[in-house]
């Protein structure tokens, strides 16, 4: 239980989000019960890839016992959005910090350089995705993800929808940076046949 406990202590974002919707002595008792779903789930898939387990144990297992545990006492609706809202806080508060990063001169280029290494390392193969990564312009970087984790992972625990939110979050990061545009115009969580990232350095 010690490592479903180490997860969850992380997420106290998301126990902020609950005692926001329902009363604290619920909120508590779902959390410990969506702990025990965690530890569940860890030793369920103890030999999945070290690359994969950096997106299972630290966003979709969390996010899912505590949704799947949630929604059958509080439903799903109401256990959604406060998944939802959790990530809403939390990514939109992120991207100001890094917002506020990009006015420091020079960063803008470090941005726009380090985008292709940091996908190919954090959301390539060894992590469970599938990738087509294309030649890019200069301060440009475009790439498709075809297959994905969350989409893996969520689908199998029986909460798809989760997808969706994560989806989101690129976008409430990435989408009103100063002089860097980010556009996508689908992704898997949402239906479409791919998620199409491209990022650029405003000239």
């Known amino acids: 239980m010690a490592d479903a406990e180490k ?6 974002f998301i126990k902020k989000e609950m005692d926001k919707h329902i009363p604290k002595q619920q909120s508590d008792d779902l959390w410990r019960r969506a702990t025990v779903k965690l530890e569940e789930l860890l030793e369920t898939y103890k030999d999945i890839p070290k690359g994969v387990k950096g997106h299972t144990e630290n ?6 016992s505590l949704y799947l545990i949630a929604k059958e006492e509080i439903g799903q609706e109401k256990a959604y959005e406060i998944v939802n809202d959790a990530a809403v806080n939390m990514t939109s508060g992120v991207g100001k910090k890094l917002a506020a990063i990009l006015r420091i001169p020079g ?29 890019n312009q200069k301060n440009e970087f475009r790439m ?5 984790p969350y989409v893996r992972y969520f689908t199998e625990l029986g909460c798809p929808e989760l997808t969706k939110i994560y989806c989101a979050n690129d976008e409430r990061v990435y ?15 949402t239906g479409a046949k791919c998620c199409d990232f491209y990022i ?4």
């Open 7 to 12: 997860i969850m202590k992380k997420k106290s």
């Open 59 to 64: 966003y979709i297992f969390p996010s899912a």
């Open 107 to 135: 960063m803008k280029d470090l941005f726009a350089k380090i985008w292709d290494p940091m996908t190919r390392r954090k959301f390539g193969p060894d992590n469970g995705f599938e990738n087509v990564f294309y030649q």
């Open 144 to 148: 498709d993800i075809l297959c994905c």
């Open 175 to 189: 989408g009103d940076l100063p002089g860097i545009e980010f556009r996508r115009s689908g992704t898997l969580g």
């Open 200 to 203: 650029r350095k405003k000239v």
